[in-house]
């Protein structure tokens, strides 16, 4: 199972990367938020009806909820990345709270432009595994 945001124009595409999931039968599921700066993430199928959030996303309304435990691997979302896999995101922290109880594999999908090991890591946030740099 594949955690996954529906990107919007400014960042890389996962949509490719969904549907080679699919045709590899794996499950996505995607991000919604929640009260309190939270976040869970849902199953995305060709039935789950979606809504465009305060945040300009695309969140599920009506999917089945999957716990943490169940998710294999997080792609992770971001603005500005450093080569020891800290992030700046997009505001709000949810991704740095869920990363905090999250002990499963993680990546994230970065242009080289996102890039820059001239700023240092809050204590809050999480380091992710893997970056794959386009």
Same mark, same amino acid.
């Given at each position: 199972? !594949?955690? !996954?945001?529906?990107? #919007? ?14 045709? &590899? ?12 700066? %939270?976040?869970?993430? +849902?199953?995305? #199928? ?5 809504? =465009? ?17 169940? !998710? &294999? ?9 450093? =080569?020891?896999?800290?992030? !700046?995101?997009?505001?709000?922290? +949810? +991704? &740095? ?6 002990? %499963? ?10 890039? #820059?090991?001239?700023? %240092?890591?809050?204590?809050?946030? %999480? ?8």
């Amino acid at each position: 199972m !594949i955690g !996954i945001t529906l990107s #919007n124009e400014s960042e890389l595409a996962t949509q490719p990367v969904i549907e080679r999931a699919w045709s &590899d039968h794996k499950k996505i599921v995607v991000p919604k938020t929640l009260p309190k700066r %939270q976040m869970a993430f +849902y199953e995305l #199928n060709e039935h789950t009806v979606l809504k =465009r959030s305060s945040f300009g996303v695309l969140e599920p309304t009506d999917a089945k909820l999957y716990l943490p435990e169940a !998710i &294999d691997l997080l792609i992770v979302p971001g603005v500005v990345y450093n =080569r020891s896999g800290y992030r !700046i995101g997009f505001g709000g922290g +949810y +991704y &740095d709270r869920y990363l905090e109880n999250f002990h %499963q594999s993680t990546c994230s999908l970065v242009f080289c432009e996102q890039i #820059n090991d001239q700023w %240092q890591p809050e204590s809050f946030d %999480q380091q992710i595994q893997q970056l794959f740099i386009d």
